[in-house]
Nanobody, 125 residues
Framework: VQLQASGGGLVQAGGSRRLSCAAS????????MGWFRQAPGKEREFVAS????????SYTDPVKGRFTISRDNAKNAIYLQMNSLKLEDTATYYC???????????????????WGQGTQVTVSS
C-alpha cells in the first residue's frame, strides 16, 4: 500500500483546510484508515480514523466537532476536513493504513502499518 497525502498549506486561525490522501492497492476498501499529526518538538499523535466502510469514525478530543474524516473507496482516497483551525493545529499531518482487519478503530501509531509522507499545515494568527 502506498499513501500520498496532500492539501496542506498556510491558513489563518478560524479558517478551513481539506487534506486528501490517495492510496494505491486493490484492497484499500478493506482497511481502516487514519490521520495523525506531529507538531514541532512533539510526538506524533492520533487525530482521526475511519472504518473500511466509512460508517464508523473516531476522533481525538481536541478536534471533535471541528474535523471530519471521510473516505471514498471508489477513488481510493480519504479526506480530513478541518474547520475552525487553531494555532495548535499546526503540524505535519500523516495518513496511515491499518491493514489488520481489526474491527475496533485503533488510535495507536503501532497499529498502523503503512504511512504517507506527510503534509504540512500551518495555522497563523
Amino acid at each position: 500500500v502506498q499513501l500520498q497525502a496532500s492539501g496542506g498549506g498556510l491558513v489563518q486561525a478560524g479558517g478551513s483546510r481539506r487534506l486528501s490522501c490517495a492510496a494505491s492497492g486493490r484492497t484499500f476498501s478493506q482497511y481502516t484508515m487514519g490521520w495523525f499529526r506531529q507538531a514541532p518538538g512533539k510526538e506524533r499523535e492520533f487525530v482521526a480514523s475511519v472504518s473500511w466502510s466509512g460508517s464508523r469514525t473516531s476522533y481525538t478530543d481536541p478536534v471533535k466537532g471541528r474535523f471530519t474524516i471521510s473516505r471514498d473507496n471508489a477513488k481510493n482516497a480519504i479526506y480530513l476536513q478541518m474547520n475552525s483551525l487553531k494555532l495548535e493545529d499546526t503540524a505535519t499531518y500523516y495518513c496511515a493504513a491499518d491493514t489488520s482487519g481489526f474491527y475496533e478503530l485503533r488510535t495507536a501509531m503501532a497499529m498502523y502499518d503503512y504511512w504517507g509522507q506527510g503534509t504540512q499545515v500551518t495555522v497563523s494568527s
